[in-house]
């Protein structure tokens, strides 16, 4: 893939210019534990507002269930 792709926040639906391999995420210093708590919530990018909210520990803005990936309850 080249260049940057438009991609849709998962948590607030706000549309976002994702680099990829080099994209602006990479500067945000999101840890191990957080980049865990985003794998088990959502499949796809978050954009900068809401990466940033976890990024500052701001998790409580994030009301929902994690992701299932075989869709049982």
Not at 25 to 44: H, K, L, S, Y
Not at 58 to 73: D, Q, W
Request: aromatic share 8%; charged share 15%; proline share 8%.
């Amino acid at each position: 893939m080249r260049g940057p792709v438009t991609k849709t926040c998962e948590h607030c639906k706000q549309t976002f210019e994702c680099g990829q391999y080099g994209c602006w995420c990479g500067q945000v210093g999101i840890t191990e534990p957080q980049m865990d708590w985003i794998a088990v919530r959502f499949q796809d990018c978050l954009c900068p507002a809401c990466l940033k909210m976890v990024s500052t520990g701001a998790l409580e803005a994030f009301p929902i269930a994690p992701v299932n990936p075989t869709g049982a309850k």
